[in-house]
Structure formats: C-alpha cells, structure tokens
C-alpha cells in the first residue's frame, strides 16, 4: 500500500528512526515515527525555545512530481495549500522558505503566495543558465538550489547578477563545503552541520 493512501493512526506505526543507511553512518538510530508538519513545527519551535538565542529557520520541500498526484501525493496546488496552511497556522512564514523540484510547486507558490520565499531545486543534469531557468519559472526566485556540482564561479555570477540566492545541495563532506565557500555561495544545505 502507498504511503498517500494510509491514515495517519496506521503510518505512525511505522519506525523509520531505527534502520542503518550505509550513506548517512553518523545517524543515530532511534524510534522514530512520521509526525505531521504542525507537531514537527510544534517541537521545533518547543526545542528552539529551550536551547537557542535565536528563532528557528526553516526550508520545507514540496515533494511532488507531475506524473504522481493523486498516487503518491495529493494534486500540487492542493499539497502547496495544505503545506502553506499549517506554515500561517503555526506563524512561521517569515521564516520558512519553501523549496522544490517540481516547477509546478515553485510556479503555483510564487502565483498564489508571492509574500513567502520559493526556492527552485535543481538535478546535476540541469543546463539552463539563469536567464533561461528565471524564463522558465516566469519570475524570479529567491534562492536557486542546485546540485553542488553544478556550482561553478560562472554559475555563482549568474544567479547573483539575477539577484537569487544560490544555496547548493547536499554537501557532505568538508573539502567540498570550503570549495563552495571560496565561490561565494549563499548557504549550503547538509546532513552534517557539524562540518561547519
């Protein structure tokens, strides 16, 4: 059965804390259970209080692809409304960007919520420059998020000429995240912050 078409009382019977990836040999292997976006937020925001100086950021991905909905995730416009729904509900817009592959997502937010920060996610295989990606989408994002191979100083130059953000992923290892420094990124997007 997909995910999509269980009830919450049955997915949160599942453990998805306690099983080894061989990419990700740091993580700590505990219980975990798929919690709903709000009781993420709601925990987030609880630990923030407690043990930072500083409010919580947040970069939520819509995860959708065209030939999926209805099937592994409800129709895009209607994921984005339910997503942006709970980010107003639990007033965390100003700090939240919302990030995507799926042009869809990122065209529909930017349409229909202009006020919140999109990001565009892009594969190693992308090659549109910047004037043709910002064509594309029809307006101009806040951040561009490419796979960090892509990123070059040519690369860089484009997206900040275009005022947009450039905020590689998923960068795990040091030497690569210092390469990325030297070209002036604007953030990086880890699995290890520690690396830092």
Do not use: C
């Not at 080894?20 to 292997?29: D, V």
């Not at 996610?121 to 549109?128: A, E, P, R, V």
């Not at 998020?145 to 905020?167: C, D, G, M, R, W």
Request: hydrophobic content about 40%; overall charge positive.
């Amino acid at each position: 059965m997909k995910i999509y078409a269980m009830n919450y009382k049955d997915l949160i019977k599942y453990d998805i804390g306690s099983k080894f990836y061989k990419e990700f040999p740091e993580q700590k292997k505990q219980v975990t259970r798929i919690a709903k976006l709000a009781d993420l937020i709601d925990s987030t925001e609880a630990y923030a209080l407690q043990k930072r100086t500083a409010p919580m950021f947040y970069n939520i991905e819509v995860k959708s692809k065209e030939d999926k909905d209805g099937i592994y995730h409800p129709r895009v416009e209607e994921f984005v409304d339910l997503m942006v729904q709970v980010i107003t509900e639990k007033k965390i817009a100003a700090r939240t960007i919302i990030q995507s592959f799926d042009i869809r997502a990122v065209k529909y937010l930017n349409k229909a919520y202009p006020q919140l920060k999109v990001s565009y996610l892009i594969d190693g295989n992308y090659t549109k420059n910047a004037q043709e990606t910002i064509a594309a989408l029809g307006f101009t994002p806040f951040i561009i998020s490419p796979h960090y191979k892509l990123v070059t100083s040519e690369f860089v130059k484009q997206y900040h000429k275009a005022n947009v953000k450039v905020i590689p992923w998923t960068v795990n290892n040091k030497t690569e995240i210092e390469q990325l420094k030297v070209l002036k990124v604007d953030g990086i997007i880890s699995d290890y912050p520690n690396l830092f």
